[in-house]
T-cell receptor
């Protein structure tokens, strides 16, 4: 158990809809990262938050947004969903400010999103 | 950004065999991790190893940072070792992300 909790585990929704994925980091970790894993793109970094502030941005679509709350949990919002958004969405956390600096990432079990 | 390449892409072995998975990266790194994604999709953190050698049971890993590669060794393979093994690295330079390789799919046959 990595200590990172993601909910829900599975989500099935229709095109055009909006969903929210939730992540609780490991106790004490201040950084939260979101990754998307699709069959054709592999594991792609979306966005990182550190202590409530956006720290780094990857290939995140404009239809997607995220935030980190004062209690350090994070939510990833996906809107105007398309079939191609079907993927496994992972959240990870680490103790450091950035991706590195002696701070490994620990991943949750992911949320499997299916858009029909 | 940093490039991370893994080889081989696929590996099929009999139970009990040993294996070596390789990860090459294009830049000096300050973060390198190995993960195992099991058949249920879970990403298990195996090693945090930007340099040096570590061992954990039947698994060990070595990163030679100066030559920009890392190796993951699996000894006495078990069927539960099946899955995809990912290497992920972050460059020393700039605020870059942890970049994943495309993985090695390992299948252990009983």
């Amino acid at each position: 158990d990595s200590g990172v909790t993601q909910t829900p585990k599975h989500l099935i929704t229709a095109t055009g809809q909006r969903v929210t994925l939730r992540c609780s980091p490991r106790s004490g970790d201040l950084s939260v990262y979101w990754y998307q894993q699709s069959l054709d793109q592999g594991l792609q970094f979306l966005i990182q938050y550190y202590n409530g502030e956006e720290r780094a941005k990857g290939n995140i679509l404009e239809r997607f947004s995220a935030q980190q709350f004062p209690d350090l949990h994070s939510e990833l919002n996906l809107s105007s969903l398309e079939l191609g958004d079907s993927a496994l969405y992972f959240c990870a956390s680490s103790g450091g400010q950035g991706f590195a600096y002696n701070s490994p990432l620990h991943f949750g079990n992911g949320t499997r999103l299916t858009v029909t | 950004g940093i490039q991370v390449e893994q080889s081989p892409p696929d590996l099929i072995l009999q139970e009990g065999a040993n294996s070596t998975l390789r990860c090459n990266f294009s830049d000096s790194v300050n973060n390198l991790q190995w993960f195992h994604q099991n058949p249920w999709g879970q990403l298990i953190n195996l090693f945090y190893i930007p340099s040096g050698t570590k061992q954990n049971g039947r698994l060990s890993a070595t990163t030679v940072a100066t030559e920009r590669y890392s190796l993951l060794y699996i000894s006495s393979s078990q069927t539960t070792d099946s899955g995809v093994y990912f290497c992920a690295a972050k460059s020393n330079f700039g605020n870059e992300k942890l970049t994943f390789g495309t993985g090695t799919r390992l299948t252990i046959i009983p």
